[in-house]
C-alpha cells in the first residue's frame, strides 16, 4: 500500500541530506578553516570572535552569526538555498502521486519553515530532521477533521444510521458489508437497509453477504423509493434493539443532478447519523472532487477509501481531509470481509516516512 509515495518521500531524505553536505553545512565549516589569502579578515575573525562571544553586532547578518554560532558549538544550520531543488523535486513527486496542488503547497511550506534555519547536531543525521519536518507536515494535512469512530458508535443514541454514497462500483456494498463484520467485532448488531433500488442485481447482491454475516437484510422491490427502504431499517432497528442501521445507496455519477438530488432527500427523510462517502484509493484527485461534490448534495461526515491494497500512490490518502475537511476514516484493504482498516493518521505516517 502506497509503496511509490513512500519510495518518493524517501528520496526526499536523501536529496536533503546530499545538499545539505555539499550546501550550508560546507559554509561554516570553510570559515573555520585557514583562511584563504585574500579573504577579508572581519569574516574569519567574525566566525572566531563568535566562539569568544564578542563578535561585532554589524559584521555579520543575524543568519550568518546563528550559523558560525552554531558551527562553533557543534552544529549547523540548514538554509532556504540548501532545501530549493529538494523540496522542488518533492513537489513533483507529490503531484505525480496525485497529491491535490493546495496539499502539496501546504505540505512543502510545512516543511520549509521547520526545517529552514534548523540546527542540528554534527552527530544526529540531518536525516533525521527531514524525517520530522515529512512527518509533522503529512501528518498536519492528513489529520484534518479526525475522530474517533468507535467512540462516536459506542456513545451514540440507538439505532445510529449511517448512510454510504458515492459513485459507481467503487465499493459501498462490499464497504457495508465489512462494516457490519467490524460492528460486530465491538459489541454492535446491525441491520442492512438497501438503499440501492436502481441496480438490477443489487437486492441479490447484498442479501448474499447479510446472509454470508448472519444480518437482516431491509429491502424494497426494483425502483422502489431509497429513502422509505433505509427508514424501513431505522423502523426495523427500533422495534428489534438492532444498534446500527446501515443504509446503501446506489452509485451515480456527481455529474447527474437528478441522482444527486436523490441524495438529498435520503439525507432529508432519513436524517443519519453519518454519511460516509466512499470512493476509490486509486482514483486519487478524482476521488478529491467527487467528496467535494457528495459532500455538497449530501453533507458527509468522513470518507471510506477503498482499494488502498491496489494504490501504490496515497494521494487520496492524503488530500481528502485537508481539501475537504472531512476525515478519511477507513480504508479498505482487500475483499473479505475483514479488509477494513481503521485510518490511522500517526501510523500510516509512520509507515510512509518510517
Ligand atoms: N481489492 C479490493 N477490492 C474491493 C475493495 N472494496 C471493494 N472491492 C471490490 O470492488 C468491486 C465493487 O464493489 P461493490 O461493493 O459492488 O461496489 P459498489 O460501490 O457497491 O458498486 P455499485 O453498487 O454498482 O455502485 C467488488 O468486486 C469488490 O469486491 C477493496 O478494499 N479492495
Ligand atoms: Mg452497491
Do not use: C
Not at 465499493?171 to 454492535?188: D, F, P, Q, S, V
Amino acid at each position: 500500500m502506497f509503496d511509490g509515495l513512500k519510495d518518493k518521500l524517501d528520496s526526499f531524505r536523501s536529496d536533503v541530506e546530499e545538499s545539505a553536505e555539499d550546501g550550508s553545512g560546507a559554509d561554516p565549516e570553510g570559515a573555520a578553516e585557514p583562511e584563504p589569502p585574500d579573504e577579508p579578515s572581519a569574516e574569519t575573525d567574525g566566525v572566531e570572535d563568535t566562539a569568544a562571544g564578542d563578535a561585532p553586532a554589524d559584521a555579520d547578518s543575524p543568519s550568518r552569526l546563528q550559523r558560525a554560532k552554531a558551527f562553533a558549538t557543534g552544529k549547523v544550520v540548514l538554509e532556504e538555498e540548501d532545501l530549493e531543488e529538494p523540496l522542488w523535486n518533492l513537489e513533483m513527486a507529490l503531484l505525480e502521486s496525485d497529491v491535490e496542488m493546495g496539499v502539496a503547497e501546504a505540505i512543502l511550506d510545512q516543511i520549509r519553515s521547520n526545517l529552514v534555519g534548523e540546527t542540528k547536531s554534527q552527530m544526529a543525521s540531518t536525516g533525521d530532521l527531514v524525517e520530522d519536518a515529512l512527518r509533522d507536515a503529512l501528518l498536519e494535512v492528513i489529520s484534518v477533521g479526525q475522530f474517533d469512530f468507535d467512540e462516536r458508535i459506542a456513545e451514540a443514541d440507538k439505532p445510529v444510521t449511517i448512510v454510504f454514497t458515492g459513485v459507481n462500483g467503487v465499493g459501498k456494498t462490499t464497504t457495508i458489508a465489512k462494516m457490519a463484520r467490524y460492528l460486530e467485532e465491538r459489541g454492535h448488531s446491525s441491520v442492512l437497509a438497501n438503499g440501492d433500488t436502481y441496480r438490477a442485481g443489487a437486492n441479490e447482491q447484498i442479501r448474499e453477504h447479510a446472509e454470508a454475516l448472519g444480518k437482516r437484510l431491509i429491502a424494497h422491490e426494483q425502483g422502489g423509493d431509497p429513502a422509505a427502504v433505509i427508514y424501513d431499517g431505522v423502523e426495523y432497528a427500533e422495534a428489534n434493539d438492532v444498534d446500527v442501521v446501515l443504509g446503501d445507496t446506489a452509485g451515480r455519477l456527481h455529474t447527474s443532478s437528478d441522482l444527486m438530488a436523490q441524495l438529498e432527500k435520503i439525507d432529508r427523510v432519513v436524517d443519519p447519523d453519518l454519511t460516509l462517502f466512499v470512493d476509490e484509493s486509486v482514483a486519487g484527485q478524482d476521488a478529491v472532487e467527487r467528496a467535494q461534490q457528495f459532500d455538497d448534495a449530501a453533507e458527509i461526515d468522513g470518507a471510506v477509501l477503498t482499494k488502498a491494497d491496489a494504490d501504490s500512490q496515497g494521494g487520496a490518502a492524503i488530500s481528502v481531509a485537508y481539501v475537504t475537511g472531512k476525515p478519511v476514516l477507513f480504508l479498505g484493504t482487500g475483499q473479505g470481509y475483514d479488509d477494513l482498516d481503521r485510518f490511522d493518521p500517526e501510523s500510516l505516517v509512520d509507515d510512509l516516512v518510517g
